[in-house]
């Protein structure tokens, strides 16, 4: 069975600074990933995903995740924080072909966004 | 456009009270269904996933079930509450097939349920 780890639950980068959101995955096979963001009281937005080709892959709100096949990693970035981006932040996989499609998720991280 | 509803946005119950919450989409067709739970300061948890009418599979036991009576609706419900059933509760969907596990699930709102 797959597994998503988090590094960090917590994070606080200042205004302006770099986000780095760390996900490490354990699969047998490379799985489809995915990074969503959650704002209070709200539901679940997806921000990016992988599922083949180009490792880099760009989202919404200038986020980015970089797969890393030899890592199993699927990190997020962004190069500029802004005070709108505190909010939780959780790394899923799924499985190519599993049964209903199932999302597998991260323990999630907590962003703070410092002025 | 796709589009995910469900209701109440919040709710308070006292323990032992029956509990029914709803989740239905729109602008598709056959989609898999799913109810996620999440716990203060804790990640999701997949409760109930469904690929079908009347097919309900269960991820964890517990105090729960589910049902899908019509292609896009879908129900969680209890019949006596407990205290540890509180928590954030999150439907979803997604498209059917392994080209949807691709695309990745969609998000209702959520709904606080408090047990008192």
């Known amino acids: 069975a797959q597994s998503v780890t988090q590094l960090g639950s917590h994070v606080s980068v200042s205004e302006g600074a770099l986000v780095l959101l760390r996900c490490n995955y354990s699969s047998s096979v490379p799985p489809y990933l995915f990074w969503y963001v959650q704002y209070p009281n709200q539901g679940l937005q997806l921000l990016l995903k992988?599922?083949?080709?180009?490792?880099l892959v760009k989202g919404i709100n200038g986020f980015e995740a970089e797969f890393k096949k030899s890592e199993t990693s699927f990190h997020l970035t962004k190069p500029s924080a802004h005070m709108s981006d505190a909010a939780e932040y959780f790394c899923?996989?799924?499985?190519?072909?599993?049964?209903?499609?199932?999302?597998?998720f991260g323990g999630g991280t907590r962003v703070l966004v410092k002025p | 456009s796709q589009t995910i509803h469900q209701w109440p946005a919040t709710l308070v119950q006292p323990v032992g009270s029956p509990l029914s919450l709803e989740c239905t989409v729109e602008?598709?067709?056959?989609?898999?269904l799913y109810w996620y739970r999440q716990a203060a300061g804790r990640g999701l948890q997949l409760l109930f996933y469904s690929v079908g009418i009347g097919q309900i599979s269960s991820e964890v036991p517990q105090n729960l079930s589910a049902s899908r009576p019509q292609d896009r609706q879908f129900i969680l419900s209890s019949k006596k509450l407990l205290l540890s059933d509180s928590g954030f509760y999150l439907c979803?969907?997604?498209?059917?097939?392994?080209?949807?596990?691709?695309?990745?699930?969609?998000f209702g709102q959520g709904t606080r349920l408090t047990v008192v």
């Open positions: 992988y599922t083949t080709g180009a490792t």
């Open positions: 899923a996989v799924s499985m190519i072909k599993a049964a209903g499609n199932k999302l597998t």
């Open positions: 979803a969907w997604s498209s059917r097939g392994w080209t949807g596990g691709g695309i990745g699930a969609f």
């Open positions: 602008g598709t067709s056959n989609p898999n």
